[in-house]
């Protein structure tokens, strides 16, 4: 705990405001502005805590800022009369200390994200791992054809990166919280980057089996979405985290479905204008080009991870308050004619949905080249700067999120999300081999 720096003595609540938190080994402190410190009603100080000006400025309190320092065994002893007082025992000692960790939380990062820089790079680890999907869209069917394979050989690599990605992220996940944050993505960058260097050799090394391994291997590097998603919960304030994890869900698209601008443009300054550099085993054309692109972006953000990222803990959780054990209590109530209990219907039907969104953007990447070239006459380049385009309009929405919630519940956009989905499932029905407008 901080040690008080100056005495409280001859203090008046005009001349020093304060607030007061009940915070649990609190080292670093929290500073107040004079418009939030009006704000206050009826401060009372506890134990052990010292507020301690930033600024010699006027008495007018316009311009001051206050530092607000805590001592983690006063509080704690403070939680222990309480509960004396109150003829509550332990319990509202535990009450007390339980709520500690959710009220610090939420005064750090009342107005905005509590650790900008480490959020920025989490969203980039996000961005380049859907990149890696999303940067070779627009060469994976030519690349499959030049190592002889067919549409199966296509579903198969598509697959596999999926299925690298849902091995490692429950093992993401767990280490994270052992391991902390910064290890955890370090280590998935590193295998993120040995997968766009395996995939650089597909073209000389020509097997379709190989293909799918460096897929994989891609998909293992990018399994860091759970991990991700807790940092930025951890690192954003709760009346804002919705917004925050639309930005965090608008940088994942993007990764997907705008990067294939660049797989796009790769293959048409290589493929198009039939240019190659060779020099051993290593080839710069329209199929390896994205590759060494992405290889670049990914030593970028390891450098980014070991240099600016300020690693954290995971926490294993607090001792649960009386009113977090009420919520617990209805979750794990039986509902649809009790086989299931309300937490878990709620996680099967985030598993459905998931499913259902996910799975028609799987459809249409399996087969997205190979139907633009079959039904629209479309090159590669032309499919891929197409989907990039409609993806920035899918990006827009996402970041539209926030003010659609003022207006509309998390159902209703689920719902209204599903039925566009729908209309455009169908609008492909029926469509005839080459007899087709491009708009």
């Not at 915070?23 to 009826?42: F, M, V």
């Not at 400025?57 to 983690?72: A, I, K, L, P, Y």
Request: charged share 15%; with cysteine; aromatic share 10%.
């Amino acid at each position: 705990s901080a040690e008080p720096q100056h005495s409280c003595e001859g203090m008046t609540e005009s001349d020093q405001p304060y607030q007061s938190i009940a915070a649990d080994g609190l080292a670093s402190p929290i500073a107040l502005s004079a418009p939030q410190q009006r704000q206050q009603q009826a401060p009372v100080l506890m134990s052990g805590e010292v507020s301690q000006p930033l600024t010699q400025g006027g008495t007018d309190g316009n311009s001051e800022h206050h530092v607000v320092h805590f001592d983690s065994l006063a509080i704690d002893n403070e939680a222990k009369h309480l509960a004396v007082a109150k003829d509550g025992g332990e319990d509202v000692h535990d009450d007390v200390r339980s709520y500690a960790p959710s009220i610090l939380s939420s005064v750090l990062t009342a107005d905005e994200i509590s650790d900008k820089t480490g959020f920025f790079i989490v969203c980039l680890v996000i961005l380049i791992g859907d990149m890696s999907r999303g940067v070779f869209f627009p060469t994976m069917w030519p690349l499959v054809q030049h190592v002889g394979g067919d549409t199966v050989t296509l579903g198969y690599s598509v697959a596999a990166f999926s299925f690298g990605r849902i091995m490692s992220s429950p093992l993401f996940g767990s280490w994270s919280v052992t391991h902390g944050y910064t290890k955890t993505l370090i280590l998935s960058v590193s295998i993120l980057a040995m997968g766009t260097l395996l995939y650089s050799q597909v073209y000389n090394v020509a097997k379709p089996e190989f293909l799918i391994f460096g897929q994989t291997i891609l998909g293992v590097g990018s399994g860091t979405l759970g991990v991700t998603r807790a940092f930025v919960a951890d690192v954003t304030p709760n009346r804002n985290r919705t917004t925050y994890m639309a930005w965090l869900t608008a940088v994942q698209y993007a990764g997907f479905t705008v990067t294939p601008f660049f797989g796009a443009f790769f293959y048409k300054i290589f493929m198009d204008g039939d240019r190659e550099l060779r020099s051993g085993i290593f080839v710069l054309n329209g199929f390896t080009a994205p590759a060494y692109f992405m290889a670049l972006i990914c030593f970028i953000t390891l450098i980014l991870l070991v240099t600016k990222f300020q690693g954290r803990n995971r926490s294993k959780g607090a001792k649960k308050s009386k009113r977090e054990l009420a919520k617990d209590e209805v979750a794990n109530s039986r509902t649809l004619f009790g086989l299931l209990t309300v937490y878990d219907a709620c996680i099967l039907g985030c598993m459905l949905l998931n499913v259902a969104t996910k799975g028609s953007i799987a459809s249409f990447e399996t087969l997205g080249i190979a139907f633009a070239e079959g039904h629209f006459n479309l090159s590669a380049s032309q499919a891929g700067t197409i989907v990039a385009t409609c993806g920035s309009i899918g990006v827009v929405s996402l970041l539209c999120m926030g003010q659609l919630a003022k207006y509309l519940s998390d159902v209703q956009m689920i719902v209204g999300g599903m039925l566009i989905m729908i209309i455009g499932v169908l609008s492909i029905v029926g469509m005839e081999a080459d007899e087709n407008s491009v708009w």
